[in-house]
């Protein structure tokens, strides 16, 4: 029987760039979108954005949280998170960080080669979204997959393996720093050209609307899209947000704006910066969200997701967000401003988050200090573990290339290459 | 080391019309009783002169040993039906899509419209706008969005509406398609099939008449198959679509009008072996697609003249079937290879290296290679002509090879 498409959304908003969506009606706390209010500054100042939504939106930011003790709208939660989700997003953000951080010492050391591109500064990003998730939503990102990894659950043994090159990595070590996946978390790479992983994420969320529909499962599954503000110049990015707004699926496109490609500014490159308005072009809201701050990214991230889950169809989130360490481990960053690093550096999300946990008594330092040791403590081990593992032997080179293995076709005996010996070996001639 | 001839000015032949044309049968009857069976072979080769492309000719043949097919399935029910190429891909794609609900398409006027070339005619009235995806026109994103389904659990047959327009999504077939099994250790699997036509048409113009085989047979990762007769052509997609490796299937514009009575009960064609279509003594012909029909013109002229041609359709260009081309070396001891790829690169160059690092011994002659010019398809009809091989030449060339 034939299922037809809705029409695209609605578009929103051509006058001003507020709420994007009339405010969702959800159960506590009610929200809308954080409709972007921001307004373009001249470059030269290199600060794109200022904040105008403390006013009309209830979602405030950290810092204006702890700042105003009055709470002016009736509907306006003081405390975003319990405890529990604070410890837990706390340890995320640490995790990330100081697994980072060990990957550059290991570079450096030697333990680990080729592209390593480092995701300092962004946590807040990856926890904001991933934390949300469950374990069969999926989650598609670039090279800057790390952490994306591990807060989708990939033990951080099994990424720093990968990273070692050594069998017991995720990808068994024939994918590397580029390319982490996980099939049990549904982590669906980790792809090494920009843009390339978008229509996968697409297609995973094809997949999701296809059991619902075709093949009449339960299925709530969301698909969550990461990548950065170069990519979002580049044609994919654009056909994607056709078709998914299309065909309405349940996916969500995360822009990590860290204003650099490389050594390429971000206004450098892009006729218009405001990446989220390329949203309600395609016919889905748009949101622009401080990516430095992982409550307020969390906020915006629950709207998508349940929307998204409620076949309402995707979202493109824009992230501002900075990465403190240059592009990958071989850049020298040169090019950043001194200025614009330390304005971004005091805006680091573990210490927002710390702050706001402690202010907030959520959580005292002596809680917080056991994480940071905890979390020291696996990121260490998992560097021995990857060190004691094997590296990969020559029989390993002719697996996984197919997954059937009469790909590799008949031999001029007759017999399916793959029958071999000599194929088990890593030695034979295909 | 190998000769390679390619074509270049031939007598003028009368382009072969596939329109009326009905393929050899494929039944397992004796020379006698097929006889009786008519085969039509259009564009008569004894009138040389005669080049329009839009006249049909038609030249009625008693089937004989000049076109003795090999029999595919062990037996024969003898009823069957008979089906156009472009319906028996249908049918193959229909029964798969029945067989499992995780077979979907996608591609561009693959629903409504039922398909460019008709192949998925009716599939979205009785399978539905989701199963059966009419995509907007962005190769790139939706071979991608096919690659992200099958990872997460479907089975997409991605249509390209011509081959030619996969050079779009050549990102993802060779990153994507062809890599990710490997990169993530063997993690996911990407049982795609990505068909579509390709080949020299009909003065479709450079663009439209392009070869991409020898493009993608350098991807690690992926199978290429060429399907050339309704029986493989359902054999082939049937095979693709259960293979949980990433498939490209090629057919080809001209050969979609071809008839044939194909068996009523189900079968699947081996996506790695060659199909024997003439045995002989005296020379190996290897060719696929649509030169497997030049060939076989040639190879009536050939019988003619007393030479005896074995002919192989390799079928698999991604790997090559080492073991029938093998034999059939140890037999005859000479090779001509004919194909519409380009001379560069293409696969016959593949193979001819092939050949010769596993046969070299058995060769008593270099291979020799038939291809299509270098040279981007003219849209005059004349030099179209020129720029493919030509029955022609492959007598020319065979007479060479046998001196």
């Not at chain 1, 024939?174 to 920009?194: R, W």
């Not at chain 1, 016919?283 to 709207?303: F, I, S, T, W, Y």
Request: proline share 5%; hydrophobic share 40%; with cysteine.
């Amino acid at each position: 029987m034939a299922t037809s498409f809705s029409a695209t959304l609605p578009l929103h908003g051509s006058q001003e760039n507020r709420l994007l969506l009339p405010p969702i009606r959800l159960a506590p706390p009610p929200s809308s979108f954080l409709g972007s209010t921001r307004s373009l500054t001249i470059p030269s100042s290199r600060r794109l954005y200022h904040a105008h939504a403390a006013r009309r939106s209830p979602v405030v930011g950290v810092q204006e949280v702890v700042k105003e003790k009055k709470v002016t709208n009736s509907l306006v939660l003081c405390i975003l998170i319990t405890k529990e989700e604070g410890l837990v997003l706390y340890e995320d953000m640490i995790l990330g960080r100081s697994f980072e951080d060990m990957c550059a010492q290991m570079y450096y050391r030697g333990k680990m080669f080729g592209f390593v591109h480092l995701y300092n500064g962004q946590e807040a990003v990856s926890t904001g979204f991933i934390k949300l998730l469950t374990q069969s939503d999926s989650v598609v990102s670039t090279y800057r997959d790390h952490v994306h990894a591990l807060s989708k659950g990939v033990s951080a043994r099994a990424v720093m393996s990968e990273l070692f090159g050594k069998v017991t990595g995720c990808c068994r070590g024939q994918g590397g720093s580029m390319h982490m996946f996980s099939k049990e978390h549904n982590m669906l790479g980790g792809f090494a050209f920009i843009g390339e992983g978008i229509p996968v994420a697409t297609g995973a969320a094809f997949t999701s609307k296809y059991k619902r529909e075709v093949l009449k499962q339960d299925c709530e599954d969301v698909t969550v899209a990461f990548f950065g503000d170069g990519t979002c110049n580049n044609g994919q990015f654009y056909e994607c947000l056709n078709m998914a707004a299309l065909y309405k699926l349940p996916i969500i496109f995360v822009v990590e704006n860290n204003l650099w490609a490389i050594g390429m500014s971000h206004l450098r490159s892009t006729s218009d910066p405001e990446i989220w308005k390329k949203g309600p072009a395609f016919g889905m809201p748009g949101v622009h969200v401080d990516g430095m701050d992982v409550l307020k990214v969390r906020e915006v991230a629950k709207e998508a997701v349940t929307r998204a889950r409620r076949g309402e169809g995707p979202t493109l989130v824009e992230c501002e967000t900075y990465r403190f360490r240059g592009h990958s481990l071989a850049d020298p960053d040169e090019l950043r401003d001194a200025a614009e690093k330390a304005k971004y550096a005091a805006r680091d999300p573990i210490t927002a988050l710390k702050k706001y946990l402690v202010e907030n008594k959520l959580a005292n330092e002596g809680e917080l200090k056991t994480i940071e040791k905890k979390i020291d403590e696996l990121v260490e081990e998992a560097v021995e573990f990857a060190d004691a593992s094997p590296q990969p032997g020559r029989s390993q080179l002719l697996e996984n290339v197919f997954a059937d293995p009469k790909g590799f076709g008949i031999g001029p005996d007759g017999r399916y290459r793959c029958e071999d010996p000599k194929f088990t070996e890593g030695t034979a001639q295909v | 080391m190998a000769a390679r001839i390619h074509g270049g000015a031939a007598t003028a032949l009368s382009t072969f019309n596939p329109k009326k044309l009905v393929a050899p049968s494929r039944t397992n009857l004796p020379a006698a009783a097929r006889s009786s069976k008519r085969c039509i072979v259009a564009g008569g080769g004894s009138d040389a002169s005669k080049k329009s492309l839009s006249v049909r000719h038609s030249q009625k043949l008693i089937a004989n040993a000049a076109v003795a097919t090999k029999a595919e399935t062990s037996a024969t029910t003898g009823t069957g039906h008979e089906l156009l190429l472009f319906e028996a891909l249908q049918e193959g794609l229909e029964e798969e899509m029945d067989r499992d609900p995780h077979v979907c398409v996608m591609g561009e006027d693959v629903g409504h419209y039922g398909g460019s070339y008709k192949v998925t005619k009716g599939l979205a009235d009785k399978f539905g706008d989701l199963r059966v995806l009419d995509t907007p026109i962005c190769e790139n994103a939706f071979t991608g969005m096919g690659i992200g389904a099958a990872m997460t659990g479907l089975r997409p047959v991605i249509e390209g509406m011509n081959m030619g327009f996969l050079l779009l999504a050549f990102n993802q077939i060779s990153n994507n398609c062809g890599m990710l099994h490997y990169t993530s250790g063997g993690q996911f699997t990407i049982p795609v099939v990505i068909r579509g036509p390709g080949g020299v048409g009909r003065q479709l113009g450079a663009e439209h008449s392009q070869r991409l085989e020898s493009y993608f047979q350098s991807i690690p990762g992926i199978q290429m198959v060429a399907c050339s007769t309704p029986y493989n052509a359902k054999g082939l997609m049937k095979a693709a679509i259960r293979s949980e490796n990433p498939v490209i299937l090629f057919e080809h514009v001209l050969l979609y009008n071809l008839k044939e009575k194909i068996p009523d009960e189900e079968y699947i064609c081996n996506l790695e072996e060659a199909e024997m279509v003439r045995p002989g003594e005296h020379i190996t012909i290897l060719t696929y697609s649509r030169m497997r029909y030049h060939v076989m013109q040639a190879a009536k002229t050939l019988v003619n003249k007393g030479y005896d041609p074995e002919v192989i359709d390799i079928r698999s260009l991604k790997p090559f079937d080492l073991y029938t081309i093998g034999n059939s070396v140890k037999k005859t001891h000479r090779v001509l290879i004919v194909e519409e790829c380009m001379r560069t690169g293409g696969i016959g160059a593949s193979l001819t290296a092939a050949i010769n690092e596993n046969f070299h011994d058995y060769l008593d002659a270099p291979v020799m290679c038939l291809s299509s010019q270098d040279v981007p398809t003219p849209y005059a009809g004349t030099l179209e002509e020129w720029t493919v091989v030509q029955p022609a030449q492959i007598v020319t060339a065979v007479e060479q090879l046998c001196q």
